[in-house]
């Protein structure tokens, strides 16, 4: 009869002691999804709500300034990104004239492609940094709301 009681009493406090951790699991979960990004293709979610990025991405880099981390990788990759687009560019501006020019139209196309091969590490930098601008963001909102 003890056994059965003390087995009772043991079974009701295991039990409070689940109720317990996994209400402490549903905040955590819930202080994880309000307070961190997740990127999408045409922007980001927070908070359950989907956000665009917005001209240059600044509703973005609006989220990030509140960490000085996050905004500084934020800002190279801004740089590669520039730098990935001006290369696009000068390759659009090589292919352009290849089609007027009767000589060298074989060297400027090539040249045009060159240019658009080159910014390919470019743009995938800039995504990387992009990323790990998010990240850096979604650690320090953890650790700052001390979940």
Not at 113 to 126: A, E, G, M, R, V
Request: proline letters at 2%; one cysteine or more; glycine letters at 4%.
């Amino acid at each position: 009869m003890k056994n059965l009681i003390a087995l009772i009493i043991f079974g009701s406090f295991s039990c409070l002691s689940y109720t317990q951790n996994s209400l402490t699991t549903n905040h955590l979960v819930q202080q994880y999804d309000q307070n961190t990004i997740y990127l999408k293709k045409k922007g980001f979610e927070k908070a359950g709500q989907r956000i665009p990025y917005g001209t240059f991405k600044k509703n973005l880099k609006k989220e990030l300034t509140a960490f000085p981390m996050a905004l500084q990788e934020y800002k190279r990759s801004r740089k590669n990104l520039w730098v990935a687009i001006g290369s696009s560019v000068v390759s659009a501006a090589f292919v352009f004239s290849s089609a007027r020019s009767d000589n060298y139209r074989k060297e400027l196309n090539y040249t045009g492609l060159s240019f658009n091969l080159l910014s390919i590490p470019f743009k995938i930098k800039s995504q990387n940094q992009l990323n790990r601008a998010v990240w850096l963001y979604n650690r320090e909102a953890i650790v700052q709301k001390k979940l």
